[in-house]
């Protein structure tokens, strides 16, 4: 799957310039030939568009981090993107419901249903060692049957045993009986096709589904439909409650267009692929990993990510400089606010800070609102007027106000409390930390500074 988009994705690549700074004109071709190498790969329009905006628009807004090339750069934010339109998280199978639980395969006819039953069977056998009981609701075509029991044999696990002239929903009602006495944990069930979506068959399947209440009712899917199979999957889900979907035949599939475009067209996350016609031949989905085999460029992944680390690292020691020299604008303020949100936010900090973690377990999420309320107000100001809090007039307060969805008096709160702290600040690179005295602090608190802190 994907080898013509990982082809055309590498060429792009390689074509961009190893160092120096990408323009904007160099930015806009590599995306021409993305885009271009996306609709080839038969991802929908719609997607394809969303992604080249998301890219872009990243790609300017980056601040250009030391040691990472720009074409490094494109890179990762092309893999992220990758990863997002192919579902970001890995998503999970439920098999832990009440015993016997039951999941449901559904699709079209071909599309691989009692294949992929049975390889799922196995997968959740061997993976989970769960009891498990396998039933052919597939009464329309001939020897539908006697498929699932060849393959049943094969991997060691029980089938429900044929009862000539039974309805799909009959059948149904057996299984679960037959499961509970027989202490199973886990009822798969194959059910019956059509060459198109039909209202019966849809009918059939919301019968099925009122009797069985499945905790998963996958969707198998012909990769090699393509954008058809989008469509099927709309279909579906319109009807009935589809948790999830297993994208079939991915080993015949050079575009995977399909794959690209499920997620986000119907948000039905892929759970599985079907790359063969063994019975092992069934895999995770993992959008990460499958972005990483699209791009195949691994490394510069994690170089640009450890990077980015770094980045965070470098920031604060700016800062601490800044500091030592007494200036603290509102940048600085903004820049604190946002370090504490990486660490979880107030109320994960003060847990670590001896006899605060009373004070931490309070602290709740309304702190925390705060804080993202803080930071919308410095986020309303202009550059210049973070660095120059002073020229903040009432009309600017207006306006921020109004950017951050605040009233002008939380406005002043903030200003009022940067004025504090840049004082505190300046004291304290004059004085050291006797500065605080001058404060207003508790004479007693000098006490409780080790001396080396003190400026003589
Ligand atoms: N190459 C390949 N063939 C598959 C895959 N899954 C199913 N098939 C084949 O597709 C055909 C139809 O599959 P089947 O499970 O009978 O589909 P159903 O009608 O939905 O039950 C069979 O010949 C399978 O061997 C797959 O992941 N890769
Ligand atoms: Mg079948």
Same mark, same amino acid.
């Given at each position: 799957m994907f080898e013509n988009l990982s082809n055309r994705l590498q060429a792009v690549f390689s074509g961009? !310039? !190893?160092?120096?700074s990408i323009d904007e004109v160099a930015l806009d071709a590599a995306m021409r030939d993305i885009r271009r190498a996306l609709l080839e790969a038969d991802v929908s329009l719609d997607i394809v568009k969303k992604f080249i905006v998301e890219v872009k628009q990243k790609a300017i807004g980056q601040?250009?981090?030391?040691?990472?090339s720009p074409s490094q750069m494109i890179i990762k934010l092309v893999n992220d993107e990758l990863v997002n339109i192919l579902g970001n998280d890995t998503a999970t199978i439920n098999?832990?419901?009440? !015993?016997?639980s039951s999941l449901m395969l559904v699709g079209l006819q071909g599309s691989g249903k009692t294949t992929s039953i049975a390889k799922l069977a196995n997968f959740i056998k061997i993976k989970f060692n769960k009891n498990i009981l396998l039933v052919s609701l597939d009464v329309n075509r001939p020897a539908a049957f006697e498929q699932l029991q060849i393959l049943a044999n094969n991997i060691n696990v029980e089938i429900l045993p044929k009862v000539e002239n039974q309805t799909s929903k009959n059948i149904a009602k057996r299984a679960i009986a037959v499961a509970e006495i027989n202490n199973i944990d886990l009822i798969l069930f194959d059910t019956a096709g059509r060459t198109s979506i039909d209202d019966n068959l849809m009918q059939e399947l919301k019968d099925i589904e009122k009797i069985v209440n499945p905790i998963e009712t996958l969707l198998t899917l012909d990769s090699m439909t393509g954008q058809d199979a989008i469509n099927v999957a709309k279909n579906f889900s319109e009807k009935i409650n589809i948790t999830g979907s297993i994208l079939t035949r991915v080993d015949g599939d050079a575009r995977g267009g399909a794959a690209l475009s499920l997620k986000m067209s119907t948000g039905c996350p892929i759970k599985f692929i079907g790359n063969?016609? !063994?019975?092992?031949d069934i895999e995770i989905f993992h959008p990460d990993r499958i972005a990483n085999r699209i791009l195949d460029m691994g490394d510069v992944i994690t170089l640009v990510e450890k990077a980015a680390e770094n980045i965070d690292q470098l920031d604060a020691e700016k800062m601490a400089a800044r500091l030592q020299q007494g200036e603290f604008d509102l940048n600085d303020l903004l820049s604190q606010i946002n370090q504490m949100k990486k660490m979880g936010g107030i109320s994960s900090m003060l847990k670590f800070i001896p006899g605060m973690k009373k004070l931490g377990d309070k602290a709740n999420d309304a702190s925390d609102d705060a804080v993202k309320k803080q930071e919308a107000i410095i986020l309303s100001m202009t550059k210049l007027e973070r660095r120059k809090p002073k020229m903040i007039n009432s009309s600017r307060k207006q306006r921020i106000a109004k950017g951050s969805g605040t009233v002008v008096s939380e406005v002043n709160r903030i200003l009022k409390q940067h004025r504090k702290m840049a004082d505190m600040m300046k004291k304290i690179s004059k004085k050291g930390m006797s500065g605080l005295q001058d404060l207003g602090l508790p004479q007693d608190f000098n006490n409780q500074i080790p001396p080396e802190f003190l400026k003589k």
């Open positions: 961009l !310039k !190893k160092t120096g601040e250009i981090i030391q040691s990472i098999i832990d419901g009440e !015993k016997p063969g016609e !063994k019975i092992d």
